[in-house]
Nanobody, 124 residues
Framework: QVQLVESGGGLVQAGGSLRLSCEAS????????MGWFRQAPGKAREFVSS????????YYADSVKGRFTISRDNAKNTFYLQMNSLEPKDTAVYYC?????????????????WGQGTQVTVSS
């Protein structure tokens, strides 16, 4: 059974940084595209970033490009989201997601496995 567990969320002031982690189990991690999504209260879940199985291909939403960096460590079955220059509009529950094979899509429906989410709150 695939399990994704996020960690690293919290409260930070605007301009600060956080690093989210997502540890995966029950899957061949090195063959999965992994992604981060977020959902603010009253809003739809939105794409943040994704990374190919090898880590060579990354994809970012325009809203986070230049501020967030996605990476992965296949030896640890873990991938990360480094978030810098955080803004109050980044406040949301952040979810990690995965799917087998390669996909370059911002549609959450193409990801088959999901974590429970971690809260990120950015104060002004």
């Amino acid at each position: 059974q695939v399990q994704l567990v996020e960690s690293g969320g919290g409260l930070v002031q605007a301009g600060g940084s956080l690093r989210l982690s997502c540890e995966a189990s029950g899957l061949t991690f090195s063959s999965y595209t992994m992604g981060w999504f977020r959902q603010a209260p009253g809003k739809a879940r939105e794409f943040v970033s994704s990374i190919s199985s090898s880590g060579l291909n990354t994809y970012y939403a325009d809203s986070v490009k230049g501020r967030f960096t996605i990476s992965r460590d296949n030896a640890k079955n873990t991938f990360y989201l480094q978030m810098n220059s955080l803004e109050p509009k980044d406040t949301a529950v952040y979810y990690c997601a995965g799917r087998s094979g390669y996909v370059r899509s911002s549609d959450p429906r193409v990801f088959s496995s999901w974590g429970q989410g971690t809260q990120v709150t950015v104060s002004s």
